[in-house]
């Protein structure tokens, strides 16, 4: 948390030297897009360079456009492969009970292409779990204590926006 902002611990925090694990994680998704299109950038590997890690504070719609553009390198095909494979992949969750019945917290949407291949992939569901019985996710409604919803859909909605617009 420091060192994204060394002035948001409070004086408590201070005094202890810790924050919890929910202070931090409040933190980080308002600090990063998540807050502000319900999902982030963890990271970016381009051919021929290191990784782009340290994506903490890309937050606005513009700045994830810039970061996409930059993985896209202005390759039009790539683009139109991947709008297409999350579309699909928005449609098979949309029509899944599996989805509709499970919370998916934590969960990444993993890109890749090389000049074979353009994919995307959900991965990460250690956490996810299902929700009380009778409770059905439309994964697009705002999250209210209790109501398990994810913001999943917002942000590939969101996601898929942006790229239309790289």
């Known amino acids: 948390m420091i060192s994204l902002d060394p002035n948001e611990p409070t004086l408590e925090e201070r005094a202890v030297g810790a924050i919890t694990k929910l202070r931090y994680m409040q933190f980080r998704e308002s600090s990063s897009s998540t807050s502000t299109c319900a999902f982030r950038i963890e990271g970016i590997k381009l051919k021929h360079s290191e990784p782009l890690i340290n994506l903490k504070k890309v937050k606005t719609a513009d700045e994830i456009r810039s970061k996409m553009q930059e993985f896209l390198h ?35 949407l993993l890109l890749i292409y090389d000049e074979q291949t353009v994919g995307a992939w959900m991965i990460d569901f250690a956490k996810t779990c299902p929700v009380p019985d009778g409770l059905v996710l439309d994964h697009r409604s705002a999250w209210r204590v209790g109501n398990h919803e994810d913001g999943y859909l917002t942000g590939l909605d969101n996601l898929l926006q942006i790229l239309e617009e790289c």
Do not use: P, Y
């Open 74 to 108: 202005g390759n039009t095909h790539v683009k139109l492969a991947l709008i297409k494979r999350l579309q699909n992949l928005r449609e098979k969750f949309e029509c899944s009970a599996f989805f509709r019945k499970h919370e998916i917290i934590g969960s990444s």
